[in-house]
C-alpha cells in the first residue's frame, strides 16, 4: 500500500536553487530549472511543503540573519507565479563540527516543523542533493526520501555508490544503509514521481 505523503521537507541549495555557495545575495537566487512547476504542481495536490536547508555561513559569519531572510524572500517570490507555496523554512547556523542536534542529517529541524504544524514521519517525504538530507530523512523515519541529481547529487550518487540513472527516476528496490528510496534527475521528475505514483492526497488511490 503505498503512504498517503502529506509533507514534503526540502532542501534549498541545489535542489531547488542553484547552489551558490554561501549565498548572502537576493540577486543570485535562481531556480533550478522546472522547480517552480514542480513545487506548483505539488502544493495544488495537497502537499504541505517546508525548506530545511544547513546554512553555516550563519555561524561562519559569511552573512546575517537579514541577508538569510532576503534570500529565503526572493525564493518565496520567484515561486509565487507557479502557484507554489512554501509554508515555512527551518534552518541550522550551525557548522558540522559544532556537535548541534539541528544540522542535518540530525533532525532538529524536523522536530522543530513537527512542534508547530503537527508533522509525522510516516506522512513525510524528504527531497535534497546530498546524503545529509537523505541521512536526515531516514532519520526521522520518512517512508520516502528522494536523492535528485542536481547540485552535488550526481556526486554524491556515486559516493553512495547508486545505480546510474538512465530515466528520469530510479526506485531502489535493494538499499544499503544510507542510500535513498528514490533517485530523480531534478526537482520536477522527484514531483512526478510523487505525483504519478498517487503518494499525494490529490492523487490518492
Not at 555557495?21 to 502537499?47: C, F
Not at 547556523?93 to 504544524?117: E, N, Q, S, T
Not at 540513472?165 to 522527484?190: N, Y
Amino acid at each position: 500500500m503505498t503512504a498517503t505523503i502529506r509533507n514534503v521537507l526540502l532542501d534549498r541549495d541545489g535542489t531547488i536553487i542553484e547552489d551558490r555557495h554561501y549565498l548572502a545575495d537576493p540577486d543570485g537566487v535562481a531556480l533550478v530549472p522546472g522547480a517552480g512547476e514542480a513545487l506548483g504542481r505539488l502544493t495544488r495536490a495537497g502537499a504541505r511543503l517546508f525548506c530545511v536547508t544547513n546554512q553555516s555561513g550563519l555561524g561562519r559569519g559569511y552573512f546575517g540573519p537579514a541577508d538569510f531572510e532576503a534570500v529565503q524572500a526572493r525564493l518565496l517570490a520567484l515561486l509565487e507565479p507557479y502557484g507554489a507555496i512554501i509554508a515555512d523554512t527551518a534552518s541550522c547556523p550551525h557548522g558540522p563540527d559544532d556537535g548541534c542536534p539541528c544540522r542535518k542529517p540530525a533532525i532538529g529541524l524536523f522536530a522543530a516543523l513537527a512542534g508547530r504544524y503537527g508533522l509525522v514521519p510516516a506522512e513525510t517525504a524528504v527531497i535534497g542533493d546530498k546524503a545529509s538530507d537523505i541521512g536526515f530523512g531516514l532519520a526521522l523515519g520518512s517512508p520516502l526520501t528522494i536523492l535528485v541529481a542536481t547540485g552535488h547529487g550526481a556526486g554524491q550518487a556515486v559516493a553512495l555508490g547508486l545505480p546510474g540513472l538512465r530515466e528520469p527516476h530510479l526506485v531502489l528496490t535493494s538499499r544499503k544503509p544510507g542510500w535513498p528510496h528514490v533517485l530523480a534527475r531534478d526537482l520536477p521528475a522527484a514531483a512526478a514521481y510523487l505525483l504519478d505514483e498517487g503518494f499525494l492526497p490529490a492523487t490518492a488511490p
